[in-house]
């Protein structure tokens, strides 16, 4: 599988550290990477030191622009990032009409990747609709908190249905949890009960509550080179080797 979204209804459960970190680490196993950002907020463009753009993605979907000339380089790391920006806004309005859209304009270019992913923003509109028609796989990440639990499950029911109407090669490639901190019995229960419910589903790997990596975005760089030693940056190294692993198995 080659295009794989990072989605999750809920904002603020690091689906942006998790795009930006997991496209840099598997950039830097050697794979080709395009990140696509495509929540009009830009977090993904700016924690990658990018300015937000008002053509980028959004010019890709409304005017037709040619993917390729809206590409940006990321240096050291091989990575290429086609950036968000308020015009995604716009964009949103035209896509609820054309859930393939996405997936028509960047067919050609994302041949040329061997990993495309997107950030999506923190809704189920048309952005993330976009997203899992043009999505063979999704990793989803879950923070430790009560009612996530509940959000995934709500997932789980959109994804079935998009796989039944526009997309019958959707699947969840995998479960991530983010902010964990194993100190507290809560983080600790949603563990359990993920690992219960979604059995194998759940990436062996927990991305630990890191102060590195909340930090990294302020200074436009992904943790791989804000802090590489930090448990935080060898967290996300881990889960993309497994998303790799997972990925290129089907
Ligand atoms: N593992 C983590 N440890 C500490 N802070 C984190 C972690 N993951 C994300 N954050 C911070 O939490 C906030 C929300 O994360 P973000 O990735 O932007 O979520 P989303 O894209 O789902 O809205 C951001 O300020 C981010 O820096
Ligand atoms: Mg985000």
Redesign the pocket.
Known sequence: MRNIG?V?Q???????????NLAVYMALLGRKVLLVDL?P?A??TSGLGVEPAETGAAAVLLDGAAPRDELVRIENYGLDLLPAGEGLVAAAARLLEDPFRLRARLADLGNEYDFVLY?SP?SLGPLTLNVLAAAEGLVV?L?AEYYALEGIARLSETVARVRETLNPALRILGIVL???DGRTLLSQQVEQNAREHFGDKVFWTV?????R?????SYGQPIARHAPTSA?AQ?YSRLAAEVIRRAEKT
């Open positions: 990072v999750n809920k904002g603020g459960v690091g689906k942006t550290t998790t795009a930006v929540d907020q977090n993904a950030d923190p990440p923070q983010t902010m964990f991305i630990p509550r890191n102060v990596l909340s930090e990294a975005p935080g967290a």
